[in-house]
């Protein structure tokens, strides 16, 4: 029995140092090359191999600067510093789901967003949280502030099966990602904490404030 424990021990061991290793070595990989497929964008395929992924990577200064400025004061207006996570954020989370009864925030900044979507899976969990958590420390201190931003519009998911700003800006407006105006990365801003329901309810509940908060932030926002 004992030895039974101790290699199951070993084996879970061994199983998280690899896990780590894969994300270690994907890190150092894309520092330089562009992310074309993430884990949320293949567990999307994966649900329905009937539908394509639409996505088209676009470098940093090809993005429009509205949209940088427009993303961070909706998802994260103290990007620039912290390093991967923003403490008083997350308190704030944890006192409005404790008042509400239910989870009504999450407090999640880019850099841990971001690591959920490339290696991970949306489904709430202590040990998803925790990988996510030992992702973004990793990532923090491997990449630069602008890669992480280059490389969150490049695949967070804006609609079913639409990933990155530029599948987003041809599915809803017909146009590349560098010429966005500002509403239009407003908009796309406000959609994100819920892509597919907006995708089919662009007027739908909750989206006009969001918007309203957008445009009065984002004129304060630090990007790289």
């Not at 890190?27 to 330089?32: D, H, K, N, S, V």
């Not at 979507?117 to 202590?126: D, P």
Request: glycine share 6%; proline share 3%.
């Amino acid at each position: 029995m004992k030895a039974f424990i101790v290699r199951t021990l070993l084996i879970l061991v061994s199983l998280f140092l690899l896990i780590q290793l894969w994300i270690f070595s994907s890190l150092a990989w894309w520092r330089t090359q562009p992310v074309q497929s993430t884990m949320m964008m293949r567990l999307d395929y994966w649900s329905d191999t009937s539908q394509p992924i639409r996505h088209e990577w676009r470098d940093y200064d090809q993005i429009s600067e509205y949209l940088k400025k427009a993303v961070v004061a909706a998802e994260d207006g103290k990007f620039m510093q912290h390093h991967g996570f923003d403490w008083e954020g997350i308190q704030h989370a944890l006192e409005r789901n404790k008042d509400q009864g239910q989870v009504v925030a999450g407090g999640s900044t880019i850099s841990q967003q971001l690591a959920k979507n490339l290696f991970l899976f949306n489904q709430r969990s202590f040990l998803r949280k925790g990988q996510e958590a030992i992702a973004t420390w990793m990532m923090e201190r491997m990449w630069s502030k602008q890669r992480i931003l280059e490389v969150y519009l490049n695949s967070v998911e804006f609609g079913d099966n639409i990933y990155g700003i530029e599948a987003a800006t041809q599915h809803y407006f017909g146009k590349s990602s560098r010429s966005l105006s500002r509403e239009e990365a407003i908009f796309l801003a406000a959609i994100l904490p819920n892509p597919k329901y907006y995708q089919d309810n662009r007027y739908g509940r909750g989206l006009e404030p969001r918007k309203r908060m957008i445009r009065k932030y984002m004129r304060y926002s630090e990007i790289p």
